[in-house]
């Protein structure tokens, strides 16, 4: 199998996917070829795997696209003629392959800002999106993480429904567990300021896209009730991080609104927090959503993100219909404190079912997708 993304490492939702299909298949016995700009040595160390680096000028994705279409162009080129299957990502490499579909850029059109970054951001999705539509129309067999994903590749970018199919992601269930109770009591005492709970955000802070705003009106609204004994800890680093920082300062929120920065002990702060909230604009999967559910903390998404298709009616109320309404989730959180008890057999229930599904269970439905599409 040829493999064509940017990444194959361990952290990220699409990077997390990318890695354990390649691994999975490796372990079964295939020689694998990963064509892309990162790649774990655990993968990149074994017997039948090669690994062909792609580089990324100035560290940047969006400079490192040609070369990885190119790169990839050229593999997948050379594999078929080896009779091997290949495996692309969206817009990166529109040839004649399987297309697994992780993000649609014809979704979700970010707003035009006047920095320098947003202007770059803005023609970049300009050309990410023809591509999509390029790859769309080249595709063999296109695999989403999610029935929302599928329908924007059909309806948007034209992709026949007829081999356009979902496996949903899956989770690595010994990472992301319930927590012990010593556990638990640590990880609340390190987050906690004045022993109040707290609800946690993990998203990047470079644009508008995970919510961050709504959350911060919602915040604002709630602390304006002296009855509201719960703060907020934003995980995430991005362009935005000292602006947010400082428009929390003026708001005087203070402690009750920490902005963490970038950790790589999301799993820790998960273990602290009470509840994960992510208003998402445009989710579609959820990879985060799905590791605090794993972890049987409840989560208040956007119900059009991608992982809410998983959740069970009898959480339905931490679905949020508007993401752009700070008022709604202040009812929603309004509503989850009030009702906290109540939410944790179902919680239980629900984070038993997400994590019986792990990352070789989604590897294996791809691979046998691909060979029944095959024969």
């Known amino acids: 199998m040829v493999i064509v993304t940017g990444d194959f490492v361990k952290t990220g939702g699409m990077d997390r996917a990318n890695y354990a299909l390649a691994d999975y298949v490796n372990r079964e ?29 100035l560290g940047s994705y969006v400079l490192g696209d040609p070369l990885l279409s190119r790169a990839g162009r050229l593999a997948v080129r050379a594999g078929t003629q080896r009779g091997a299957v290949s495996v692309v990502n969206g817009g990166n490499c ?75 992601l899956g989770i690595d269930a010994q990472a992301f567990a319930p927590e012990d109770a010593e556990r638990r009591a640590r990880a609340r005492a390190e987050l906690s300021v004045g022993g109040r709970p707290v609800v946690a955000f993990v998203g990047a ?40 920082r400082a428009r929390a300062l003026r708001a005087g929120l203070g402690e009750r609104f920490r902005l963490l920065g970038f950790r790589r002990d999301v799993s820790w702060v998960l273990a602290g927090a009470e509840a994960l ?5 445009y989710e579609p999967f959820g990879v985060g959503v799905l590791e605090a559910i794993a972890k049987s903390l409840p989560a208040i998404v956007s119900a059009d993100a991608g992982v809410a298709e998983l959740y069970p009616p009898e959480l339905s109320h931490l679905l949020l219909r508007d993401p752009e309404s700070a008022s709604e989730l202040v ?17 239980r229930a629900f984070s038993e079912r997400v994590r019986a599904r792990d990352w070789d269970a989604m590897a294996k439905d791809i691979v046998a997708l691909i060979a029944a599409h095959a024969s």
Not at 29 to 57: I, S
Not at 277 to 281: L, M, Q, S, W
């Open 29 to 57: 016995g295939y020689a694998v070829e990963l064509v892309g700009h990162r790649a774990a040595p655990e993968l990149t160390e074994r017997p039948n795997v090669t690994f062909r680096r792609v580089p990324k000028p």
């Open 94 to 168: 529109p040839v004649r392959a399987v297309n697994w579909v992780h993000y649609v850029h014809a979704a979700y059109v970010p707003e035009l800002g006047r920095s320098a970054r947003s202007v770059r951001q803005f023609v970049y999705g300009v050309h990410a999106r023809r591509q999509e539509r390029l790859a769309m129309a080249r595709a063999e067999l296109v695999i989403t993480n999610s029935a929302a994903t599928r329908r924007a590749v059909v309806e948007k970018l034209g992709a026949d429904p007829n081999k356009t199919f979902v496996v949903y």
């Open 205 to 244: 802070l470079g644009d508008r896209r995970k919510g961050l705003d709504t959350v911060f009106e919602a915040w604002r609204m709630l602390c304006r009730n002296s009855s509201w004994d719960v703060d907020l800890v934003v995980v995430g680093a991005g362009t935005e991080l000292d602006a947010w």
């Open 277 to 281: 909230v992510a208003p998402t604009r």
């Open 331 to 347: 009812d929603k959180l309004t509503t989850w404190r009030s009702r906290q008890g109540e939410a944790a057999v179902a919680m």
